[in-house]
C-alpha cells in the first residue's frame, strides 16, 4: 500500500509535469496574438484582456488558435423558445436575427440589441439563457470519462477476483486505497463504507477538471472548477448529506459540546451557537477555496506565459 502523502507528492510532480509540457505544445505565441478589427494589423498585446477571456466560461468550444466547435444556444424568451448555433454569433459583434429578437454576443454574454447594435435594456430582461456552454460541455465530457472509466475498472475487479490488479485498474487502485484509507476511514469511521461512492466521485470529478483544465486553451479544456457555481453545487451536494446523514452524536456535538465548561453553553448558548454556524461555513468555505484556487492558478499560469509575449515585442 503506497503512503498517502508519497502518493499526494507523485500527483503534484505529475501535474507539474503535464503543465511544463502543455505550456510549451499547447500554448503557442500566436494563440495570444490579438489583430485590429479593421486594418488587420497587429495591436498591442493585453495580457488582462487575454487572461479573461481564457478563464470565462464561452458560448463555443475553444480548440487550438482561433478554431473552435460551436455549442447550442438555448434561450427562452417571453415570447417562446430560441434555439440556434452559437456560430451564428461569430465572430464577435455579428448580430443574429432570431425568431422574435436580435442576438449579439457582449463580453461572452448574449445579449438582445437593437438593429443598430445597442443593447435593448428593457428586452434583455425578458431572455433567459440555457445554452450549453463551454463548462457545461466539460461537465458533461467528465462525466463520460468518469462513467467509461469506472465502468471499466468495476468490470476488471469482477473478472479478476483475489487477482493482482492490472492495466486501469492497477493505476487508480493506488488512489482509491487513498481516498478509502486517508480520507474516509479516519473521519468517518466504520460507516465509511457507505459514503465511498459519493468520496470517490467528488474526488475524481474534480481531479479530472483540474487536469483538462490545467493549461485553458488546451483543446477540450475549460475552467470548470474555477466557476463559482460548479463549487457551490458540490458544497451543497456535501452540505445536504452531512446534515441529513448527522446522528444523534453529531448533532450532540453541535448543541451539547463535550469537554466544554457550562458557562459557555448556559445560560448564553455561544459553543452551540459556533458549531452551529460551522455547520454552513465549512462548505461555504469549501465553495470559495476550490474556485479561488482554480482560477488564481489560471491567471499566474497565463500571467506567467504572457511574460514572454510581452517582452518578445
Same mark, same amino acid.
Given at each position: 500500500?503506497?503512503?498517502?502523502?508519497?502518493?499526494?507528492?507523485?500527483?503534484?510532480?505529475?501535474?507539474?509535469?503535464?503543465?511544463?509540457?502543455?505550456?510549451?505544445? %499547447?500554448?503557442? %505565441?500566436?494563440?495570444?496574438?490579438?489583430?485590429?478589427?479593421?486594418?488587420?494589423?497587429?495591436?498591442?498585446?493585453?495580457?488582462?484582456?487575454?487572461?479573461?477571456?481564457?478563464?470565462?466560461?464561452?458560448?463555443?468550444?475553444?480548440?487550438?488558435?482561433?478554431? @473552435?466547435?460551436? !455549442?447550442?444556444?438555448?434561450? @427562452?424568451?417571453?415570447?417562446?423558445?430560441? #434555439?440556434?448555433?452559437? %456560430?451564428?454569433?461569430?465572430?464577435?459583434?455579428?448580430?443574429?436575427?432570431?425568431? @422574435?429578437?436580435? @442576438?449579439?454576443? *457582449?463580453?461572452?454574454?448574449?445579449?438582445?440589441?437593437?438593429?443598430?447594435?445597442? *443593447?435593448?435594456?428593457?428586452?434583455?430582461?425578458?431572455?433567459?439563457?440555457?445554452?450549453?456552454?463551454?463548462?457545461? %460541455?466539460?461537465?458533461?465530457?467528465?462525466?463520460?470519462?468518469?462513467?467509461?472509466?469506472?465502468?471499466?475498472?468495476?468490470?476488471?475487479?469482477?473478472?479478476?477476483?483475489?487477482?493482482?490488479?492490472?492495466?486501469?485498474?492497477?493505476?487508480?487502485?493506488? *488512489?482509491? !486505497?487513498?481516498?478509502?484509507?486517508?480520507?474516509? *476511514?479516519?473521519?468517518?469511521?466504520?460507516?465509511?463504507?457507505?459514503?465511498?461512492?459519493?468520496?470517490?466521485?467528488?474526488?475524481?470529478?474534480?481531479?479530472?477538471?483540474?487536469?483538462?483544465?490545467?493549461?485553458?486553451?488546451?483543446?477540450?479544456?475549460?475552467?470548470?472548477?474555477?466557476?463559482?457555481?460548479?463549487?457551490?453545487? #458540490?458544497? !451543497?451536494?456535501?452540505?445536504?448529506?452531512?446534515?441529513?446523514?448527522?446522528?444523534?452524536?453529531?448533532?450532540?456535538?453541535?448543541?451539547? $459540546?463535550?469537554?466544554?465548561?457550562?458557562?459557555?453553553?448556559?445560560?448564553?448558548?455561544?459553543?452551540?451557537?459556533?458549531?452551529?454556524?460551522?455547520?454552513? $461555513?465549512?462548505?461555504?468555505?469549501?465553495?470559495?477555496?476550490?474556485?479561488?484556487?482554480?482560477?488564481?492558478?489560471?491567471?499566474?499560469?497565463?500571467?506567467?506565459?504572457?511574460?514572454?509575449?510581452?517582452?518578445?515585442?
Amino acid at each position: 500500500m503506497i503512503n498517502g502523502s508519497i502518493l499526494k507528492t507523485k500527483i503534484f510532480n505529475i501535474t507539474l509535469i503535464c503543465a511544463f509540457f502543455l505550456a510549451l505544445g %499547447a500554448f503557442p %505565441a500566436k494563440a495570444l496574438a490579438q489583430e485590429n478589427k479593421a486594418e488587420g494589423a497587429g495591436k498591442k498585446f493585453d495580457p488582462k484582456e487575454t487572461i479573461m477571456e481564457h478563464i470565462a466560461d464561452k458560448h463555443e468550444w475553444h480548440m487550438f488558435g482561433k478554431s @473552435y466547435i460551436p !455549442l447550442p444556444v438555448i434561450l @427562452y424568451t417571453d415570447k417562446g423558445l430560441e #434555439l440556434f448555433s452559437s %456560430a451564428n454569433l461569430q465572430p464577435q459583434g455579428t448580430v443574429y436575427t432570431g425568431k @422574435y429578437y436580435n @442576438y449579439m454576443l *457582449i463580453n461572452n454574454k448574449i445579449k438582445v440589441v437593437t438593429a443598430d447594435k445597442q *443593447i435593448d435594456a428593457v428586452n434583455n430582461k425578458k431572455v433567459w439563457d440555457f445554452s450549453i456552454t463551454q463548462n457545461v %460541455a466539460s461537465m458533461w465530457m467528465t462525466g463520460i470519462i468518469l462513467l467509461l472509466v469506472f465502468f471499466s475498472v468495476s468490470g476488471t475487479y469482477k473478472k479478476r477476483v483475489g487477482k493482482a490488479p492490472k492495466g486501469l485498474q492497477s493505476a487508480l487502485e493506488p *488512489i482509491i !486505497l487513498f481516498v478509502r484509507d486517508d480520507i474516509a *476511514i479516519p473521519q468517518l469511521g466504520h460507516k465509511y463504507a457507505k459514503f465511498m461512492p459519493y468520496l470517490l466521485t467528488v474526488f475524481f470529478f474534480i481531479w479530472i477538471n483540474n487536469l483538462l483544465g490545467l493549461i485553458p486553451i488546451f483543446p477540450g479544456g475549460s475552467n470548470l472548477t474555477g466557476n463559482i457555481a460548479v463549487t457551490c453545487m #458540490l458544497a !451543497l451536494c456535501t452540505f445536504f448529506i452531512t446534515t441529513f446523514s448527522g446522528n444523534k452524536s453529531y448533532w450532540g456535538h453541535i448543541f451539547n $459540546t463535550p469537554g466544554v465548561p457550562w458557562w459557555l453553553k448556559f445560560p448564553f448558548p455561544l459553543m452551540p451557537m459556533v458549531e452551529f454556524i460551522g455547520i454552513f $461555513t465549512k462548505p461555504i468555505a469549501l465553495m470559495i477555496r476550490l474556485f479561488a484556487n482554480i482560477t488564481a492558478g489560471h491567471i499566474l499560469i497565463l500571467s506567467l506565459i504572457s511574460l514572454i509575449i510581452i517582452f518578445r515585442f
